[in-house]
């Protein structure tokens, strides 16, 4: 049911290594979207969903309860990261970078770990803890580093601690809890008020208040609840992830007209469609390439060709096409 849906709805979905996929299920899915569709078919197998990027994830409900935090929690620490040096900035946004990683039937986790290990760079120094396992095909689509990592090692109750400023990275088990620490500012009531409030409606919140703000501990699925509770007219509805265009990039027009915006931005926005590319960046510094550069560019109906030499005119790069991929390699 999940391969066919993947294959007509054109989305990727993963589907947990505890959940036996040949569960038989008796399922109607009339009259439902299509998350509330996967909402049911999980809660059947008593799994629950979490869209990560541009993946589905089906998983254990304790499991999938702790993903969105462990996901936010990490985001945080390299933000913290890029904040403590000028020189860390690349090193983040290098991180943050979307790409799609597929693996065939009887690959390995631990193998499967090593390509997004090599793909974003990081040594992983225990790689031992993932035991012998053989997985059938899937594909993580436009995903960050953070959320590759996160989606494979969830599935041995694993996460990981960033060290060496985040060129390594240590496996550990994930905490039996697994919270995120906020402030909120509370408008139009007492914090006194706001406070007994929450703490009658989420009886398990941890809530401390100081002066005009309240302190509140929980998962990140939780904190959303507590927005919406506390901005009752704000829309917080999760979307579904976008379809993402694996046409391989030969067999695309492209059209665009900007000014001055930075090679590294129009990159980004080519990822968001299914592009993905691939640099070595130490090699481009010593080769003196900036993406950050700023350039101007017009092209209408453009091939691939057309497209990509217009791009790089201005920088001493070459680039091989294959497939959704773009290499780039300094010109000597």
Same mark, same amino acid.
């Not at 038989?24 to 009339?30: A, E, H």
């Not at 541009?54 to 999938?64: K, L, M």
């Not at 507590?226 to 030969?250: H, Y």
């Given at each position: 049911?999940?391969?066919?849906?993947?294959?007509?709805?054109?989305?990727?979905?993963?589907?947990?290594?505890?959940?036996?996929?040949?569960?038989?299920?008796?399922?109607?899915?009339?009259?439902?979207?299509?998350?509330?569709?996967?909402?049911?078919?999980?809660?059947?197998?008593?799994?629950?969903?979490?869209?990560?990027?541009?993946?589905?994830?089906?998983?254990?409900?304790?499991?999938?309860?702790?993903?969105?935090?462990?996901?936010?929690?990490?985001?945080?620490?390299?933000?913290?990261?890029?904040?403590?040096?000028?020189?860390?900035?690349?090193?983040?946004?290098?991180?943050?970078?979307?790409?799609?990683?597929?693996?065939?039937?009887?690959?390995?986790?631990?193998?499967?770990?090593?390509?997004?290990?090599?793909?974003?760079?990081?040594?992983?120094?225990?790689?031992?803890?993932?035991?012998?396992?053989?997985?059938?095909?899937?594909?993580?689509?436009?995903?960050?580093?953070?959320?590759?990592?996160?989606?494979?090692?969830?599935?041995?109750?694993?996460?990981?601690?960033?060290?060496?400023?985040?060129?390594?990275?240590?496996?550990?088990?994930?905490?039996?809890?697994?919270?995120?620490?906020?402030?909120?500012?509370?408008?139009?009531?007492?914090?006194?008020?706001?406070?007994?409030?929450?703490?009658?409606?989420?009886?398990?919140?941890?809530?401390?208040?100081?002066?005009?703000?309240?302190?509140?501990?929980?998962?990140?699925?939780?904190?959303?609840?507590?927005?919406?509770?506390?901005?009752?007219?704000? %829309?917080?509805? %999760?979307?579904?992830?976008?379809?993402?265009?694996?046409?391989?990039?030969?067999?695309?027009?492209?059209?665009?007209?900007?000014?001055?915006?930075?090679?590294?931005?129009?990159?980004?926005?080519?990822?968001?469609?299914?592009?993905?590319?691939?640099?070595?960046?130490?090699?481009?510094?010593?080769?003196?390439?900036?993406?950050?550069?700023?350039?101007?560019?017009?092209?209408?109906?453009?091939?691939?060709?057309?497209?990509?030499?217009?791009?790089?005119?201005?920088?001493?790069?070459?680039?091989?096409?294959?497939?959704?991929?773009?290499?780039?390699?300094? %010109?000597?």
């Amino acid at each position: 049911m999940i391969q066919r849906i993947c294959s007509t709805q054109n989305i990727s979905i993963i589907l947990d290594r505890r959940i036996d996929p040949s569960l038989k299920l008796k399922l109607d899915l009339q009259n439902l979207t299509l998350e509330q569709g996967l909402q049911k078919l999980a809660a059947l197998a008593h799994a629950k969903t979490e869209i990560v990027g541009s993946t589905i994830y089906i998983g254990p409900e304790t499991a999938a309860s702790k993903l969105k935090t462990l996901l936010e929690l990490k985001s945080e620490e390299l933000a913290a990261l890029a904040d403590s040096g000028a020189e860390l900035k690349s090193r983040v946004l290098f991180l943050s970078r979307k790409k799609t990683f597929h693996y065939q039937d009887l690959d390995q986790p631990s193998d499967i770990l090593r390509q997004i290990a090599a793909a974003y760079q990081i040594t992983i120094n225990n790689g031992n803890q993932i035991p012998h396992d053989l997985w059938t095909h899937g594909t993580l689509t436009s995903v960050n580093a953070i959320e590759a990592l996160s989606l494979i090692l969830i599935q041995f109750d694993l996460t990981y601690r960033w060290e060496e400023q985040a060129t390594q990275i240590q496996l550990i088990p994930i905490p039996d809890t697994v919270t995120i620490e906020k402030t909120y500012t509370p408008r139009g009531s007492s914090v006194v008020a706001v406070t007994r409030r929450l703490k009658e409606t989420f009886p398990e919140l941890s809530v401390a208040s100081s002066g005009k703000t309240i302190t509140v501990s929980a998962s990140s699925e939780l904190h959303e609840k507590i927005e919406q509770f506390l901005n009752p007219g704000a %829309n917080f509805r %999760n979307t579904m992830p976008q379809k993402v265009d694996a046409i391989p990039v030969q067999r695309r027009k492209f059209t665009l007209w900007v000014k001055n915006v930075p090679l590294l931005a129009i990159m980004k926005k080519l990822e968001q469609s299914g592009i993905e590319f691939e640099y070595d960046e130490d090699q481009l510094a010593d080769a003196g390439i900036d993406l950050g550069q700023q350039i101007d560019i017009s092209v209408n109906e453009a091939n691939a060709q057309e497209f990509f030499d217009s791009l790089f005119r201005s920088f001493k790069l070459k680039y091989q096409i294959e497939g959704t991929r773009v290499t780039l390699i300094p %010109n000597k």
